[in-house]
């Protein structure tokens, strides 16, 4: 997992292909994307979410295969959590269409992301997002997914 500031992300071009790429997308279309809807880009898609976090016991790990999972924080703020495929059980087998496994775990690594934050996670980064600690937040935030 990566955690940086947004405008530093140009940094990992060697590691994260295509992602000045997705960042000139999220620039473009930032006042006026459709939330939910996918925009591609050579290497990947972007999408757009507005939303309130929701109690720490009410999220769930995922990770995934395909994508390399970017997610910036535009407004607002969101707690996220790290785990690791051996500390978690798998509560929704893998779907290839979705890209997307789902698991259960305790929530033993987190850290609050707030507005001009990133963070980049890989297929070994088993990963909940958009949960609160003590009280309810308002986020607003692009997703990136970048092909493997």
Known sequence: M?????????NYQAILKNINKALSKVDE????????????FEGGFVFFQKGQTKAVADSQF???????DVQLLL????????????????????????????YYGETLHSMKAS???????FPWDVHKAVFHMDQTSQ??????????
């Open 2 to 10: 990566i955690i940086d500031r947004i405008e530093r992300l140009v």
């Open 29 to 40: 279309l930032e006042s006026s994307c459709e939330e939910g809807v996918r925009y591609p």
């Open 62 to 68: 995922e990770a995934h295969k395909k994508y390399i």
């Open 75 to 102: 407004e607002g703020e969101e707690w996220l959590g790290l785990s690791d495929h051996n500390e978690v059980t798998v509560a929704t087998p893998y779907s290839e269409e979705k890209d997307v496994e789902k």
């Open 115 to 121: 507005r001009g934050m990133a963070y980049v996670c």
């Open 139 to 148: 986020f607003t935030k692009a997703v990136i997914k970048l092909e493997v």
